[in-house]
């Protein structure tokens, strides 16, 4: 069933111009120019419950814009919306019962106060009773493993421990969707897995529908099932991650250990890294057979260790966005 | 009911705000006690001025340190309870109402009421210690006082919301919003006597500066059920005016992308 349908939206912004330089400042005070700007065109989609959907695109493709209209902030310009069967901007209210979001460059705790202080108005503000919001606040702390940070002022947080907690005080009301925009900008490695572990569990355990943002093709791959990427405000692509993964990546890395050193001949391989014994090599499996080519290289010696893998997606969703850009009908923009 | 969960807000927002100021002990009390002082150093000029002369506009010393006791205590008021008014213009420029339209609160109370002033508390007291200075202590007196106050309060945020609200339409207002606050304190501080023609048909209409203490000052010296009826109509018509004022700008609201934490 879906829970998020999306009609032919729009979205336009009317942005003053100004000329360069001192004279452009005085005519536009006399004159002001404006331009449109069409952050979000004809856009539909739809969300299933209990999905994770990546929103994917680069910068300024209206991935905010669209997020901030689902969720009742922005008035659409044109369009349907229907967000768990009600109109986001009608229903604003009734809707935010029922939805959480976290932008990970906007803060809903107050700086200067601990997270606890935080957590206590958000739930008087979301109207849960007192014994349940102390349970629930118990059981988010232990989950999110903020329970000796609650009494710090938000201030004094690490940015991995703050969007812990903004992830934790987003889901005191228990939201049916939580709306994530770049949950992971800007952490480390380790925080990063572990926000995306905690994603993980909130979908399987309480069923929670996940609408996703970010740059980073790893949250991308390792939590979401569909990608939607947008650019210009467009939709570019709607598919299975898995489907996207095999369309857009016939590019193969072999790294390949021998025993000895070897020289590789054949111009099907283009070798990327080689070290004698080591060697890094790209296929592409579109035009090659990988049986074939895994048989040549064992022959070539003997082997060690061999491990095959898909370039990292970053690369992929960057050629499509390529591909699309210069409007091209092949795939070589993708690669 | 809907007025209830509004009040409730309020009050809710009210002890989170006092209770986080009260953090900062030495900082609240060095406030509020700087502001009483503050505004003690006008009523030196004030009586200085009346050691030579009689009445200004028809006002004695103790009717202008009335209307300043309204006036001041209307003003703390409105900062103490709705801290964030000085900062809607600034927090729609910054895209900062994205975190109140994601809760299920109506959104201009949220805003307004989720920021304090501290030096605030400073002229509520102000007001009510020359009040009670200038008038002789009266449990109705008080009552008075303390109603005129609140209906001041609700005149001085409905201008500022409306002032503050114009960013909506037209871009960052705050210039005007200030210039709209300095000109409904100093109108509300003076005799009214002193105000003819336009300036008054003014102060009772676009700015309407009169609600705030002059009216009532004429109210707690000789009510009438008349000018009782049009402060009360003219509060409650300002109230709506402005809150729809804000509603509609909402449709305009663009939101942003600057980094921002709720302070």
């Given at each position: 069933m879906s829970i998020i349908t999306v009609n032919h939206l729009s979205k336009t912004f009317r942005v003053k111009t100004k000329e360069q330089g001192f004279r452009g400042s005085i005519k536009a005070i006399v004159t002001p120019n404006y331009k449109e700007v069409?952050?979000?065109?004809?856009l539909s989609l739809r969300v299933e419950e209990g999905e994770v959907l990546a929103f994917i695109g680069p910068n300024g493709a209206g991935k905010s814009t669209t997020i901030k209209m689902l969720t009742g902030i922005l008035h659409p310009t044109m369009g349907e919306i229907n967000v768990l069967g009600l109109d986001p901007i009608m229903d604003r209210k009734k809707l935010s019962f029922k939805i959480g979001t976290v932008f990970?460059?906007?803060?809903?705790?107050?700086?200067?106060?601990?997270p606890l202080d935080s957590f206590n108005l958000l739930g008087r503000i979301y109207e849960i009773e007192e014994g349940l919001l102390k349970k629930r606040i118990t059981n988010l702390t232990e989950l999110f493993e903020i329970a000796d940070l609650m009494?710090?002022?938000?201030?004094?947080?690490?940015l991995g421990q703050r969007i812990r907690c903004e992830i934790a005080a987003s889901l005191l009301h228990q939201p049916e969707i939580i709306f994530l925009d770049e949950?992971?900008?800007?952490?480390?490695v380790v925080v990063k897995q572990k926000i995306r572990d905690l994603i993980k569990t909130l979908n399987k355990e309480f069923k929670t529908t996940i609408f996703l943002t970010s740059h980073d093709a790893g949250d991308i791959e390792q939590l979401c099932k569909r990608a939607i990427i947008i650019n210009h405000g467009q939709i570019v692509l709607n598919e299975s991650v898995k489907n996207l993964k095999y369309n857009y990546m016939n590019q193969k890395i072999i790294d390949i250990k021998y025993t000895e050193p070897v020289v590789i001949e054949n111009p099907e391989l283009k070798v990327l890294k080689s070290k004698g014994y080591a060697i890094k090599i790209e296929v592409d499996s579109s035009k090659c057979d990988l049986d074939r080519i895994i048989a040549e290289l064992m022959k070539l010696g003997k082997v060690v260790d061999i491990t095959i893998s898909d370039p990292p997606l970053e690369e992929i969703i960057s050629g499509i966005y390529q591909e699309k850009a210069i409007g091209g009908d092949s795939l070589e923009g993708a690669k | 009911m809907e007025v209830k969960k509004h009040l409730n807000l309020i009050a809710m927002y009210f002890k989170f705000n006092l209770s986080s100021s009260m953090e900062y002990r030495a900082s609240f009390l060095t406030q509020t006690f700087g502001m009483i002082l503050n505004n003690s150093t006008f009523i030196f000029f004030w009586w200085i001025l009346f050691e030579n002369i009689e009445t200004i506009g028809g006002y004695g010393f103790r009717e202008v340190m009335m209307i300043w006791a309204i006036s001041s205590t209307s003003f703390g008021i409105t900062f103490v309870l709705f801290g964030n008014i000085r900062r809607i213009s600034q927090m729609i420029v910054n895209g900062e109402l994205d975190s109140y339209l994601l809760q299920p609160k109506d959104v201009l109370i949220n805003i307004i009421a989720s920021g304090t002033v501290i030096s605030a508390w400073g002229d509520i007291f102000y007001g009510l210690i020359l009040f009670m200075g200038v008038y002789r202590f009266s449990l109705i007196g008080l009552g008075m006082f303390i109603f005129f106050s609140f209906t001041g309060a609700m005149v001085f945020a409905s201008l500022l919301i409306f002032a503050n609200s114009l960013t909506f339409y037209m871009g960052n207002s705050q210039g005007i919003a200030s210039l709209f606050m300095e000109f409904m304190i100093t109108f509300s501080i003076?005799?009214?006597?002193i105000y003819r023609g336009y300036t008054k048909l003014i102060i009772y209409?676009?700015?309407?500066?009169?609600?705030?203490s002059l009216v009532p000052a004429r109210l707690i010296n000789n009510f009438s059920w008349g000018w009782f009826s049009l402060l009360i109509g003219a509060v409650v018509a300002w109230l709506i005016f402005t809150y729809y004022f804000f509603r509609r700008g909402l449709r305009k609201y663009e939101s942003g992308n600057l980094i921002v934490s709720k302070l």
């Open positions: 069409q952050a979000v065109k004809d990970g460059q906007k803060s809903q705790l107050w700086f200067h106060l601990p009494d710090t002022p938000v201030r004094k947080l690490s949950p992971t900008i800007g952490l480390d | 003076y005799p009214e006597g209409t676009f700015l309407p500066a009169a609600f705030i």
